[in-house]
């Protein structure tokens, strides 16, 4: 079992940063990727990225060059660096890691971005 939980959401304005972090705990050595996806208000979770063991991340396009994320060489914390934020970034933001088939999730972080 994997236990996840998210930081660091909140109020910002247009243009602004943000910084979420999520700590892993339990059975990390089965962690093979670890992301963040969101889930903005009567749309379908989406991915935002994801970095693996090795390091390779993906983004989607739509935060490309804005979004940044990372991992500690320990494994047990993802952050996610947020820039130039929007008001189409405003979602609940959901750490997520997968292991062995199986993806596990935290409980998510709201981000709110005003315009």
């Known amino acids: 079992q994997v236990q996840l939980v998210e930081s660091g959401g909140g109020l910002v304005e247009a243009g602004g940063s943000l910084r979420l972090s999520c700590a892993a705990s339990g059975s990390i050595f089965r962690i093979t990727v670890l992301g963040w996806y969101r889930q903005a208000p009567g749309k379908q979770r989406e991915l935002v990225a994801t970095i693996t063991r090795g390091g390779n991340t993906n983004y989607t396009d739509s935060v490309k060059g804005r979004f940044t994320i990372s991992r500690d060489n320990d494994w047990n914390t993802v952050n996610l660096q947020m820039d130039s934020l929007n008001p189409e970034d405003t979602a609940d933001y959901y750490c997520?890691?997968?292991?062995?088939?199986?993806?596990?999730w935290g409980q998510g972080t709201q981000v709110t971005v005003s315009s």
């Open positions: 997520n890691a997968y292991s062995y088939d199986t993806n596990y």
